[in-house]
């Protein structure tokens, strides 16, 4: 396993083009991360978190041009009020590979805040980032404990410190009339 010290180190940008998995710090929570467009990857996150695989991940993104499918024209006047920031929103994207949709459609996509993780996700492309823990439990609060808490299922950890108020990302969807609907 390796440690990188921030998310700005090219052996990271090097190892998540090559399928790697690991934590990073999002701008909510720690993310058990990796690339979303490689399948590989997303299903072994599925595994290292002993998620439903019919539950789909959430996709960071840096830019709209990242989406797989373009935004949805009702959020075209309304989407700064959410992006960038802590919302992710599912809306439809048959575009989006099989993996990320499971059996549906739809995909949840946030672009976070974070400069160094939008930096990131320029570099390799969009990541899947559902919270860094099991199924059922506490996410973690501070990345080196992932070491312990995953151990060789995961191949790298960026430490970013302690996560202060430990709150996921707002979750909003986009209704078949145009609505957002909050869903957490």
Same mark, same amino acid.
């Given at each position: 396993m390796?440690i ?7 052996k990271l940008h ?6 790697a998995?690991g934590?990073i710090?999002t ?5 058990l991360?990796?690339r979303?467009e490689?399948?590989?990857a ?6 290292v978190?002993?998620?439903d695989t019919?539950?789909?991940l959430i996709? #960071?993104v *840096?830019?709209? +041009?990242q989406?797989?499918d373009p935004l %949805?024209?009702?959020?075209s006047?309304t989407?700064?009020n @959410?992006w960038?920031?802590?919302?992710s929103i599912?809306?439809?994207?048959p575009?989006a590979?099989k993996w990320?949709r499971?059996s549906?459609?739809t ?7 974070n ?11 969009p #990541?899947? *980032?559902?919270? +860094? ?5 506490? %996410?973690?609060?501070?990345g080196?404990?992932?070491?312990a @808490?995953?151990g ?5 950890i960026?430490d970013?410190g ?5 709150q996921p990302s707002h979750?909003?969807?986009v209704?078949?009339?145009g609505d957002m609907?909050k869903?957490r």
């Amino acid at each position: 396993m390796i440690i990188f010290p921030d998310t700005d180190h090219p052996k990271l940008h090097d190892i998540l083009r090559d399928g790697a998995i690991g934590v990073i710090k999002t701008d909510t929570l720690y993310g058990l991360v990796g690339r979303a467009e490689d399948e590989k990857a997303v299903e072994k996150i599925y595994s290292v978190k002993h998620r439903d695989t019919t539950k789909p991940l959430i996709v #960071l993104v *840096a830019d709209e +041009a990242q989406l797989f499918d373009p935004l %949805p024209a009702v959020l075209s006047s309304t989407i700064d009020n @959410y992006w960038p920031g802590p919302n992710s929103i599912i809306f439809e994207s048959p575009s989006a590979p099989k993996w990320l949709r499971r059996s549906g459609s739809t995909v949840a996509y946030r672009m976070p805040a974070n400069e160094n993780l939008k930096r990131l996700l320029l570099e390799v492309g969009p #990541l899947v *980032a559902p919270s +860094a823990n099991r199924e059922g439990e506490p %996410p973690l609060e501070i990345g080196l404990q992932a070491e312990a @808490y995953f151990g060789d299922e995961i191949d790298f950890i960026v430490d970013g410190g302690l996560v202060l108020d430990g709150q996921p990302s707002h979750l909003y969807h986009v209704t078949s009339g145009g609505d957002m609907e909050k869903v957490r």
